[in-house]
Each structure stands twice: as C-alpha cells, then as structure tokens.
C-alpha cells in the first residue's frame, strides 16, 4: 500500500498543479495565511477566518499578546525544564561524569532538556492560539541557531528560547540581535567566550600583559608551559554573514578579524567547582578585550571596552545590506523559495524605515498584493515540523506522547533543536524532496490512525465524515479534501486517489492517510 502512495505522490510534481487567474480567491486567502503564518488549517477553521475576515485575522496574529493560550499553558507545566534556569538545569540534569563524582544528585540525562523542549515544541506549533508567535520563534531560532548537542549548550537551549529568542520575535531586530550576542548559548556555541587579544593584533604596549596573563592561565594547568590566547573569529564571521549583512554582504576577511578583536572579552560566567550552582551569565572580561584601535566596514572604533561590540550590533543591524538580507529571508519563508526582488526591496524599504521593527516589517509583507499571487499558492514545500503539525492539526489528532512525536520529527529529518551547522535548517524545498523522505512522509500519515493503545498520536478517521455513512467512497474522499486540506485538491490528486478506492485492503484509515500523504499537503 504504501508503494501505491509513494508512487501517487511522485507521478504530481510538488508544484501548482494548475494555472488559474493570478489573484487568491477569497477561500484560498484564508487556507493560505492558516497555511503561513501558522502550521496549517484545523477542520473549519477556514470557514472561521472567511467569517471574521482574512485581514482581521492576520491583524489578530500580529498582537499575540492579545490572544489565550490557556489551554496550551497547561500542557506545558507538565514539562519542568522549561522553567529552569541554566544553573538550575546543570543541577537538575547533570552530565554522567558529574554524576560519577557524586557532586550533584542523581538527577535525569541533560539530553532530556532539548527533548522536553523538542515536545512542547511540537505541542505549541499544534495547538498554540498564537500561530504567527510560533512560526517567529522558529524562524528566529533557526536563524541565530545554536545545537543543543555542543557542551554546556545541553543546559542552555531551552534558556536560550525561552529568554532570548521567544519575547523578542516581533519586536525591533537590535534587541534580538543584542540579546543574541549577550546569551551564554551564543557565546558557548561559537566560541566568542575564549576569544581573547592576540599578540598578532595587539598594540605593542600590550605585549608585557599578554605575557603575563598566558602565565597566570597556564597556572595550575595540566599542560607545560604557557597557555596561549588569542582571537577566535567563528561568531563575528557568523554574525556578518548568518546574522546581519549576509554572504554577500559586502565585508572583508579584514573585517572579520577587526569584528572579533572589538568582541574580545565578550565572554561569561558560568558553574565552576567553587560554585555550581551559579547561573550561566554574560560578563565583559576587560582582560581579554583588545584594547587597540579597529576599523569595521570603514567605521573607525577607538578603544572605548565593552561599548565597541554594542556600537558594531548597531552598525550591523542598521546596515543596507541587513535590511535585504532579514528580508529575502522573510519573504522565502513567507511567500515563495524564490521571492521576487521588487517583494523584498519593499519589505527592506519597510526594514529600514521603522528601525527593524519586526511587526511593522511582517505587516508590511503581509498586506502587499505580492504576497497573495496566486503562483504562490501552495508554492512552499512543508519542513518535516511543518509537517507533522499540519498534520495533527487536520487531523484533529490526539497527542498521547509529545516526546515520541517530537522524535518522530526527527525521524522525517529534521532532529529539533539538534541541527548542528550556524546555517540552521534549509527553508527551500530541495534538501526536504526525495523519494526515501516522501515515504517516510506516506508512513507517518499511516501512523497518524494507528488505533494501537500505544500509539504516541491518535487520530479518528470517521470524525471527519461527521455521522455520514462510514464507508470507503467518494463522498469520504470529499469529507477528507475538505478537512485536510480546505477543499483544495488538484484533479489529477483527486483521480488518483479515486482509483484506489477498489485496493484490495482499502479501508477508512488508509483512504484517510492517502490524503495527508497526498502532494497537496506536501505543501504551504
């Protein structure tokens, strides 16, 4: 059966599978922003946004804080880490060697903070009021990523969202920038807090320090003779070209070595043998910092300490090039793998006249005619969480197992939290599109209505048919077209799918998998 469904969804490009007028029809509006600014429609919920109206509702998304979550809230109290501090989670969830020498309680594995964050994950894209909020908070963590796998990061991921990322993902880019570049998990992940000054760089009246302080680190050391010090320039090559002014930005390797000495001494405070239970902060090491004269994208930086990194963040944020860069990225994400130029010239427009307002910015896109063309349509290919959410959401199904569903992600390829280069996840269709993925895709659908008792997820498969007769048909077909996917399914899908009707084997779970599986759900 499932070769049957793989050979379904590959014999339909994952492309608009007609040409019609240019323009959304009002219907197709509002599966089209359930579809972007959130992980997909539940069962009538269309017809709940056609009745208030489309632009009300992305009005609504706008202002989160506007919105209850109540219900969801009461979910997540159930995961105890995401309260918990750094501190509070190295002690809570100690590493095995810590464990061995007998300084903590036992505790649980520090693997299970990025699980329990990977679970309320999943259960916030499924069932959060506050759908935009979500999309941000995934959209802004993935472009300032960090790998919950890479040392104290273990115990610092789910800080870093819940107080870094989360309050700031509509607000103005230079604070999350800023809070970005103060996080401990930043700071830990590309190595900013050993960068040191470096005798290749230094004034030369800086020699006689570097020197003594190399001895003062080498004391008490495990290694013979000097511990040297020096500049590491992973976050400010990171910063430029991930964060700020993008790959063709317009910096010089010149540039990133003057960016890393003006973020020397940018470093923390963190758990020591003295003190473990002290909390991992940010703390300006003046030791560290290179005290010399810089320039950074022409722009001259006398010696002025910790002030030099805020007045390079504000260099960056305010920078022509980041204003295109933030916003090609908006409009991929948003609108299309390859959004039209005069689209993001308009959203940068946007960008820089509000001050990397991020909510001005998103309404900007959002109210351009651009962003309802009707080639865009279904035009984005869904990420395995996009996926799996949109999934449970049409579905309407029951999440029994929150960590076995945010693995099940993981398993579709896309581990949460653990994507290891600063790149994050792609946000194009071609890394997400291959045969292997769209089978793994057609199984999770299958699995979706497992009856087993076991099952992480639930979902019935007769509640979409609402007391009509329950049989396998065409009119099940339509019941599923319109719960699953707003009614919009393209001819040949629909054909294909009819023809199965007769399989040997067809029942109401498989007929209901085959439309999650279906290439239209495939897409955004």
Known sequence: MLANLLALALALPLSAAEAPPDRMTEHERAIHVLDRLGYGPRPGEVDKVLAGGVDAYIARQLRPESIGDSALEGKLRSFRSLRMSGAELYAAYPDKKTRLAGMLGSGRKPQEVAQELAAAKVLRAVESERQLQEVMTDFWFNHFNVASQKNQLRWLVSPYERETIRPLVLGKFRD???????????????????????????????????AEMEEKMSEGGKKKGRTKLGLNENYARELMELHTLGVDGGYTQKDVTELARILTGWSLDRPNKKNRLKDFAFKFKRRMHDPGEKTLLGVRFPWSGEAEGDKALDLLAGHPATARFIAAKLCRRFVSDDPPA???????????????????????????????????FRAKVKTPLEFVASSLRASRAEIRDPLKVAKSVGGLGQPLYQCEPPTGWPDRAAPWVNSGALLARMRAASALFNKSPGAPVSADAALPLNGADARVSGKAVTAYVDAFLGGEIGERTRAGILARLDHPGMSLEKLAALVIGSPEFQRR
Do not use: C, K, W
């Open 176 to 210: 999350l920038l800023g809070a970005v570049a103060h996080s401990p998990g930043m700071l830990i992940y590309l190595d900013n807090f050993q960068s040191t000054i470096d005798a290749r760089y230094a004034p030369a009246g800086s020699r006689e320090d570097i």
């Open 342 to 376: 005069e689209l993001i010239d308009r959203v940068a427009a946007r960008f820089r006249a509000t001050d990397g307002d991020i909510r001005e910015t998103l309404r900007t896109l959002f109210a351009d005619p651009a962003f309802f063309e009707r080639r865009f």
